[in-house]
């Protein structure tokens, strides 16, 4: 038993020397619970952006960062699930990680772009926006290049469901009631002004059914 005991107490010798190492040698990034928050020690920029998300009333939670290997990450993003609207706030579907500069645009363009929109051309405040995805680990379709989904920098959209009831989809409305397809050239348009490219159905067939909304300044809108 004696050896036993000897391990215990250099265990315990072990234990206490981990307990005498300073705060400041904690490596920078080391993740644990905090106040509304994951990540404890985010960086100033995420901080900055975290913050300025949620003054829009939007509700989300910080994730942790994530490296997958072949280029595709997921940092700084975070799991989107309302947004912030004139009065109350939307739902967001289906949204996986985002980087939380494209949420910030993505929230501005819903409250701005579409909801007035909505009310000004069908005559009813938006209550849902419904999504394909945000993250997915893949290149631009036809291309060796990844997609800027592959660092969970682009969402792809794909209907609207207004309080009412009415729900017009990419796919169905861009060609349906003048309305619709006014409604959706419009945020379409209003889409452009934001975000760095915006792919629709008259992009090619692969965009029939949804709107790609990507983070940036390519200024490509299609
Ligand atoms: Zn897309």
């Known amino acids: 038993m004696r050896w036993r005991t000897a391990l215990l107490g250099s265990l315990m010798l072990t234990l206490a020397g981990c307990g005498a190492v300073p705060e400041n040698r904690v490596p920078e990034r080391v993740q644990r619970p905090a106040s509304g928050s994951p990540i404890a020690t985010m960086r100033p920029e995420a901080q900055l952006c975290h913050a300025e998300l949620g003054r829009t009333g939007s509700s989300f939670a910080p994730l942790p960062d994530q490296f997958y290997g072949a280029g595709c990450m997921t940092v700084d993003s975070v799991k989107l699930d309302r947004v912030g609207g004139d009065s109350g706030a939307f739902e967001v579907t289906n949204l996986g990680a985002l980087a939380c500069p494209l949420a910030n645009t993505f929230a501005a363009w819903a409250r701005f772009g579409v909801d007035r929109a909505a009310r000004q051309l069908l005559g009813s405040p938006l209550a849902r926006i419904e999504t394909m995805g945000s993250y ?69 067939a692969a965009h029939a059914n949804h709107l790609h909304l990507e983070h940036g300044s390519g200024q490509f809108c299609r």
């Open 136 to 204: 997915a680990c893949r290149n631009v379709s036809g291309t060796g290049r990844l997609s800027a989904h592959s660092r969970a920098e682009a969402i792809d959209v794909s209907a609207f469901i207004l309080e009412d009831g009415r729900r017009v989809s990419v796919l169905s409305g861009w060609n349906a009631s003048r309305e619709e397809r006014e409604f959706l050239r419009t945020i379409h348009r209003s889409a452009c002004k934001r975000f760095g490219t915006v792919l629709g159905p008259d992009y090619n």
